[in-house]
């Protein structure tokens, strides 16, 4: 069906939390079960969310693939999205004669998905980069907590992470580089501050400004 409403504990409403390996396993069964059903109910809103439930389970390469879908095959020649598909073959719904606005939303919400998402009041940053783009760079995504998040990857490798700590408070990060790998940070109050693990925490001042890298 083209509502993916029984995985909304995923995205949008977060009340999943992956770290725990009983409702790891209940989210994997569902998603599996969704895949299974296949695309041929779907209309042109439903791609930008699978793309987002998709970048949620770590799937970067799955994620964009749906967004060339929604590109190929339901987007009107004035570049604004359809419900319904181009042509017969792919899904139920087609013949361009509905247009929407919440696909055009949540386009946007899609592609800021793959690089920065908000998981259960902890950031991961390059959360679903497809894998085929080793040279990329984004500037200031907003997270949650009043954190403007930029960041370089070059050769496929994850270079350096930029914040700006807005206000202030505890900046909760999954390890960007990897869970063993030892991150340092400096700022204007900080010098060569190391931490390592799969979780970072760092206490931020108003107006700070971060860059982390990783010692390998």
């Known amino acids: ?32 079960a969704w895949i299974d059903k296949g695309m041929s109910h779907w209309a042109g809103w439903s791609f930008p969310w699978a793309s987002i439930l998709h970048a949620r389970m770590g799937r970067g390469d799955m994620a964009y693939f749906c967004l060339k879908i929604l590109n190929e095959y339901y987007t009107l020649p004035g570049y604004g999205l359809s419900h319904n598909g181009a042509y017969q073959g792919f ?39 497809p894998k085929r783009f080793k040279e990329v760079t984004f500037k200031s995504i907003r997270a949650e907590g009043g954190f403007l998040i930029s960041g370089t990857r070059k050769a496929g490798v994850i270079t350096n992470i930029e914040i700006l700590s807005e206000k202030g408070g505890s900046l909760k990060l999954y390890n960007p580089f990897g869970k063993d790998k030892e991150v340092e940070i400096n700022s204007q109050y900080k010098t ?19 860059y982390i890298t990783c010692n390998q």
């Open 91 to 129: 899904s139920g719904f087609w013949g361009w004669d509905v247009y929407e606005v919440d696909a055009c939303i949540s386009l946007s919400a899609a592609v800021l998905e793959m690089f920065v998402q908000n998981l259960r009041g902890r950031i991961k940053i390059f959360a679903a980069v």
């Open 1 to 32: 069906h083209r509502h993916h409403s029984h995985l909304a504990g995923i995205y949008p409403f977060d009340i999943f939390d992956m770290d725990n390996e009983e409702q790891c396993k209940i989210i994997q069964t569902s998603y599996e």
């Open 192 to 210: 060569a501050l190391k931490l390592q693990g799969e979780k970072v925490d760092v206490f931020t001042e108003p107006g700070e400004f971060l």
